[in-house]
């Protein structure tokens, strides 16, 4: 499946976003979808993550209640609404897709299990 991000920006602290992932090339159900973010010299870190169908999320500590994942299945995209930024919430962030045929609940936080990655948009938070 190919990934493509969009939707960075530079934004004031306080601001919102909207993120989006276009997905083409595999069936975009088949998929558990995330969002990633990574700064200089850090590890790439799990942000937010959706089932195949939009039924089950879970977001990160640090960005709870202020970021929302969703996808839309006929469109082929997953979103992330990021709401209230921080200077911290600096980063590239990139979308990833890990394959799920069982179509279940589990939505992996691991960076090596995702197999399809986006390009990455960057996002900069001004204070």
């Known amino acids: 499946v190919q990934l493509q991000a969009s939707g960075g920006g530079l934004v004031q602290a306080g601001g919102s976003l909207r993120l989006s992932c276009a997905a083409s090339?595999?069936?975009?159900?088949?998929?558990?979808m995330a969002w990633f973010r990574q700064t200089p010299g850090k590890e790439r870190e799990f942000v937010a993550g959706?089932?195949?169908?939009?039924?089950?999320?879970t977001h990160a500590d640090p960005i709870k209640d202020r970021f929302t994942i969703s996808r839309d299945n006929v469109k082929n995209t997953v979103f992330l609404q990021m709401n209230s930024l921080k200077p911290e919430d600096t980063a590239v962030y990139y979308c990833?897709?890990?394959?799920?045929?069982?179509?279940?609940?589990?939505?992996?936080?691991?960076?090596?299990?995702?197999?399809?990655w986006g390009q990455g948009t960057l996002v900069t938070v001004s204070s």
């Open positions: 959706v089932n195949w169908n939009g039924g089950v999320t």
């Open positions: 090339g595999r069936t975009f159900s088949n998929y558990v």
């Open positions: 990833a897709a890990l394959r799920d045929l069982r179509k279940g609940n589990y939505i992996s936080s691991y960076r090596r299990t995702y197999e399809y």
